[in-house]
């Protein structure tokens, strides 16, 4: 079993700043990637940002240059910065790991429960 604890969210006013952190525990072999997903009332779940083994990251187009993932192998955790905040990002943001199980050698794919932030205009 592969256990993910999400912490960080908040209110806050619109230009200011969170930074959320996920972090795996349990049967862990090795992570390929760690990553942040959002979704909005009334919206599908999106992509935020996600960085694989190797360090490589993606972000939604509509955080670039805004928010920036990063990630410390050592303690299973990533990190989401989020900067100049807009009342559009307001979301329930959820961390998804994906990682071979240290019981199986299977791929594993799990979701945190979710964190919410609130931007205020």
């Known amino acids: 079993q592969v256990q993910l604890v999400e912490s960080g969210g908040g209110l806050v006013q619109a230009g200011g700043s969170l930074r959320l952190s996920c972090a795996a525990s349990?049967?862990?072999?090795?992570?390929?990637?760690m990553g942040w997903y959002r979704q909005a009332p009334g919206k599908q779940r999106e992509l935020v940002a996600r960085?694989?083994?190797?360090?490589?990251?993606n972000y939604a187009d509509s955080v670039k240059g805004r928010f920036t993932i990063s990630r410390d192998n050592a303690k299973n955790t990533v990190y989401l910065q989020l900067n100049s905040l807009k009342p559009e990002d307001t979301a329930v943001y959820y961390c998804?790991?994906?990682?071979?199980?240290?019981?199986?050698?299977?791929?594993?794919?799990?979701w945190g429960q979710g964190t919410l932030v609130t931007v205020s205009s």
């Open positions: 998804n790991v994906d990682a071979v199980s240290g019981v199986d050698l299977g791929s594993v794919e799990v």
């Open positions: 960085i694989i083994s190797g360090g490589g990251t």
């Open positions: 349990g049967a862990i072999f090795s992570i390929n990637a």
